[in-house]
């Protein structure tokens, strides 16, 4: 079945530091990926989206490339900043699967001054 | 425009009663769904509801019920609430499948604590 496999955190980073969250996928078709991003006490929120093979998702500063030959979609920002400290999820929505979301587990940031 | 809405925030129970979790949206989605999150699981599915008048059980339906009010509200109902139903639930809605267009938006989540 469908399924995402996202990087273990928690990961703690200076501000300015480059950040890299590891995000692979399983899926039957050819799904949607997202990044969703839980700041504390909130909701889930659509950080960026990319729906087809070599689109690259892009919002504040943060983009994501949807790789189909290594079933990846790994979440990159050149400089974080402390307001970046969150909860970041991968998912995806896979058609074939009646557009069910499957979650990633989920990596908390912590970005220190 | 508030998106999508819960009532309760916070709801604490003792095991064996009962309760429902109130959802609504104002963006005219066709679909809604319910999560519960568990640390270290993430977002696990409940229900979901394609569209107005059709429910359909997700990864982890045993315990909950769900009802498709109208197009704008999905309540999800605790028969019987047990110590393991403790968690925080989210509601979400999107467009109908297709286009693109299967983005889902998420309330601001209901914690409840099972005693």
């Known amino acids: 079945g469908d399924s995402v496999t996202q990087m273990e955190g928690p990961v703690t980073l200076s501000e300015e530091a480059f950040l890299t969250i590891n995000c692979t996928y399983t899926?039957?078709?050819?799904?949607?990926l997202f990044w969703y991003v839980q700041y504390p006490g909130e909701g889930l929120q659509l950080l960026l989206k990319?729906?087809?093979?070599?689109d690259k998702g892009s919002n504040k500063g943060f983009e994501a490339t949807y790789r189909k030959e290594t079933t990846s979609f790994h979440l990159e920002k050149g400089s974080v900043q402390v307001s970046d400290s969150a909860v970041y999820f991968c998912?995806?929505?896979?058609?074939?699967?009646?557009?069910?979301?499957?979650f990633g587990t989920g990596t908390s940031l912590t970005v220190i001054p | 425009n508030a998106g999508v809405t819960q009532t309760p925030k916070f709801q604490v129970l003792k095991t064996g009663q009962s309760m429902t979790l109130q959802c609504a949206q104002d963006?005219?989605?066709?679909?809604m769904y319910w999560y519960r999150q568990d640390p270290g699981m993430g977002l696990r599915l409940i229900y979901y509801?394609?569209?107005?008048?059709?429910?359909d059980k997700g990864e982890v339906p045993n315990g909950y019920n769900v009802s498709r009010l109208n197009k704008r509200e999905f309540s999800l109902r605790l028969e019987s609430a047990a110590p393991s139903q403790t968690s925080v639930y989210f509601c979400?809605?999107?467009?109908?499948?297709?286009?693109?267009?299967?983005?889902?938006?998420f309330g601001p989540g209901t914690r409840l604590l099972v005693l």
């Open positions: 979400a809605s999107s467009e109908a499948p297709g286009g693109g267009q299967e983005t889902q938006y």
């Open positions: 509801s394609a569209s107005e008048g059709t429910t």
């Open positions: 899926a039957t078709g050819y799904p949607s």
């Open positions: 998912a995806l929505s896979d058609r074939r699967a009646g557009n069910q979301f499957y």
């Open positions: 963006m005219n989605h066709n679909s």
């Open positions: 990319a729906t087809k093979a070599d």
